[in-house]
């Protein structure tokens, strides 16, 4: 079974803060990895892709990935209350014919003002 | 860059009646779609994927199905809708960007 872990958190930080979060997968030939952001009710929202390991930034968006432990992380520096959502890590682990793109769970972020 | 059109938004159901979500996406074209399902309070399952009209695959067993009649449309339905099927179905696809998009949701109560 090809799985996608993350904290369960709430993680909650205060309002300027970094707020880290973190992912480890199962599938040590993924290629591709996401985080997505999902407020209450709404669909996922990509935020950051990245494909290979070290960090990519995008503005207040760091994510950072390490194949050889098969871990993913996404740091957003500077929180703001309206960071506070569910983030979910994806990974692309693909079959022979098609992108199978699996989903952790899901973080819960809360930054408090 | 692509749109995903999803409708309804919401929809409250009888347990035992039928059902049909239906996906439109627009500026790609051969994507790979996909219809995936979270329960309240928890990550997104897998249900079904395609890879062009008529062919789709199964992820997990269950009272759905999925039909993909034309390369920009996606079906899902069932014949006899159970408790369990209440949550929240999201279209996604996989088109010329590499990256996975999603449509706007259907919440589905089954009362």
């Known amino acids: 079974q090809k799985e996608v872990e993350q904290n369960s958190g709430p993680l909650s930080v205060p309002e300027g803060a970094i707020a880290s979060l973190n992912c480890t997968y199962s599938?040590?030939?993924?290629?591709?990895f996401f985080w997505y952001r999902q407020y209450s009710g709404k669909s996922p929202e990509l935020i950051m892709s990245?494909?290979?390991?070290g960090d990519k930034e995008d503005g207040r968006f760091t994510a950072q990935l390490n194949k050889a432990s098969q871990y993913v992380s996404l740091l957003i520096r500077d929180s703001q209350p309206s960071d506070s959502a569910t983030y979910l890590c994806?990974?692309?682990?693909?079959?022979?014919?098609?992108?199978?793109?699996?989903f952790g769970p899901g973080t819960s972020l809360s930054v408090i003002p | 860059s692509q749109t995903i059109h999803q409708w309804p938004a919401t929809l409250v159901q009888p347990v035992g009646s039928p059902l049909s979500l239906e996906c439109t996406v627009e500026?790609?074209?051969?994507?790979?779609l996909y219809w995936y399902r979270q329960a309240a309070g928890r990550g997104l399952q897998l249900l079904f994927y395609?890879?062009?009209?008529?062919?789709i695959s199964s992820e997990v067993p269950q009272n759905l199905s999925a039909s993909r009649p034309q390369d920009r449309q996606f079906i899902l339905s069932s014949k006899k809708l159970l408790l369990s099927d209440s949550g929240f179905y999201l279209c996604?696809?996989?088109?010329?960007?590499?990256?996975?998009?999603f449509g706007s949701g259907t919440q589905l109560s089954v009362l």
């Open positions: 599938d040590r030939g993924s290629q591709s």
């Open positions: 990245i494909y290979s390991n």
């Open positions: 395609s890879v062009g009209i008529g062919q």
């Open positions: 500026g790609t074209s051969n994507p790979n």
């Open positions: 994806a990974v692309n682990m693909r079959e022979t014919s098609y992108d199978k793109v699996i």
């Open positions: 996604a696809s996989w088109g010329g960007s590499e990256k996975l998009f």
